[in-house]
């Protein structure tokens, strides 16, 4: 059952690929600027221009361009930048693994901050201790991912002389330099996520809570941690999974400035300068990869609630 569930839902998603293509392929055309006056330079002749666009393949209607990248994708060909001259899906293979080991830290910071802090908070309702974790699930929310980065980069510079880990060490290299230099951005990237998961997890546990079954089991004499993590907890954290789900798109966007600022070479730091150099199949390349990466969450979460959940059915 869950197997053809899972059929019927990529069925599904082909239509949503096929429109998500469309709009990759055409908001990269409408930045402004040329990439072929960009990589001529100002003092280009019109014919060298002509030239050039001839070479890459720029000349044509803009229909024929979609239709024969899209041919290139389906055969698992993400093409050619336009400035390196290097296969596109050659430089996402070195560098999607930064950015999802990035981004699968910063949620792993925003799981083990939510849940515990959710559930005290939901267990704790409108104590001082819970004022104070909703007052900084606010604050969380309310900060800027890039502004916090710079924040933890200037300030302990200037008051003890200290800075973090820039640049990038491979695990191979240095394991230990690896890991540390990927916690500080992974926290940063995950704070706004726990911030949402908290507030959400504490709202559906009281919601929870005030069942009929969860008195019953209060009734009975159980203990506190019996009643919360054992009756409770489970289901309501099913919203919880779906809001999980959208974060880590969430998180991997957010990566973009954050790899930029600690210099690190992920997917996200290489969009962000094929942007600046008007790369089009760099550009169409990545945001490919992320939105297919999406969908696959997307298709996960929804087979996880029947773990979670065996009533629900498909």
């Known amino acids: 059952m869950l197997r053809r569930y899972l059929a019927k839902r990529l069925l599904v998603a082909i239509p949503s690929l096929l429109i998500a293509s469309l709009i990759v392929f055409t908001l990269p055309r409408l930045i402004p600027g040329d990439v072929v006056q960009l990589m001529l330079e100002e003092k280009a002749y019109a014919k060298d221009i002509e030239e050039l666009r001839a070479k890459l393949g720029l000349n044509r209607p803009l229909y024929v361009q979609y239709f024969e990248w899209l041919g290139q994708v389906v055969r698992g060909d993400l093409g050619e930048s336009l400035w390196t001259k290097r296969p596109v899906l050659e430089e996402l293979g070195r560098r999607l693994p930064i950015t999802l080991e990035l981004a699968l830290y910063a949620l792993a910071f925003a799981l ?63 394991p230990i330099a690896h890991m540390r230099q990927m916690l500080l951005p992974a926290l940063i990237l995950g704070i706004a996520a726990a911030a949402a998961l908290m507030r959400l997890t504490r709202g559906m546990l009281l919601e929870v809570l005030r ?35 959208t974060q880590l798109p969430q998180i991997i966007g957010g990566t973009v400035i954050i790899e930029t600022i600690f210099g690190l070479p992920g997917m996200s730091r290489f969009l962000f ?42």
């Open 112 to 174: 083990l901050i939510a849940i515990p802090v959710g559930v005290l908070a939901a267990a704790r309702q409108d104590s001082i201790a819970d004022l104070i974790m909703r007052s900084a699930a606010i604050l969380g929310l309310s900060v800027p991912g890039f502004w916090l980065a710079t924040l933890l980069i200037v300030l302990p510079a200037i008051w003890w002389g200290w800075r973090p880990v820039t640049g990038f060490v491979e695990l191979s290299q240095d």
């Open 211 to 245: 069942q009929d079954y969860v008195r019953t089991a209060w009734a009975k004499g159980l203990g506190e941690s019996a009643v919360i993590m054992k009756h409770s907890l489970r289901n309501g954290i099913i919203p919880v999974v779906t809001l999980l789900g």
């Open 273 to 314: 300068d094929a942007i600046n150099q008007r790369d089009y199949p760099v550009i169409q390349g990545v945001n490919l990869v992320v939105v297919s990466t999406v969908v696959l969450i997307n298709l996960a979460v929804d087979a996880l609630y029947a773990v979670l959940d065996p009533r629900i059915r498909y």
